[in-house]
Nanobody, 122 residues
């Protein structure tokens, strides 16, 4: 069983940068797909960015050019570097793993962290 623990969320201002971390424990294979989702109050959980351990990366349209997903070669941590933050980025951010491979649907992901709150104030 893979366990995921997010950290790094906090209150920041518009235009600031923030890096989220997700500590990974358990066996993660190169075929697994990992992603960051976010959920704002009253909204559905939304795909933000995803990573194939082979190197391919995927981004939701509104974060392209601002956010960067990365992971350690040992597959023990996942990161989300967020630059030029906007108020609409305010949400709880979750990391998740899909053992079946690439997906942007939250229902396809098998394990989730508890989330970390990111609040962007103007």
């Amino acid at each position: 069983q893979v366990q995921l623990v997010e950290s790094g969320g906090r209150l920041v201002r518009v235009g600031d940068s923030l890096k989220l971390s997700c500590a990974i424990s358990g066996r993660v294979y190169s075929s697994h797909f990992m992603a960051w989702f976010r959920q704002a109050p009253g909204m559905e959980r939304q795909f933000v960015a995803g990573l194939r351990w082979s190197g391919n990366k995927y981004y939701e349209e509104t974060v392209k050019g601002r956010f960067t997903i990365s992971g350690t070669s040992a597959r023990t941590a996942l990161y989300l570097q967020m630059n030029d933050l906007k108020t609409e980025d305010t949400a709880v951010y979750y990391c998740a793993i899909d053992r079946q491979g690439y997906s942007r649907r939250s229902a396809d992901f098998d394990s989730w962290g508890q989330g970390t709150q990111v609040t962007v104030s103007s």
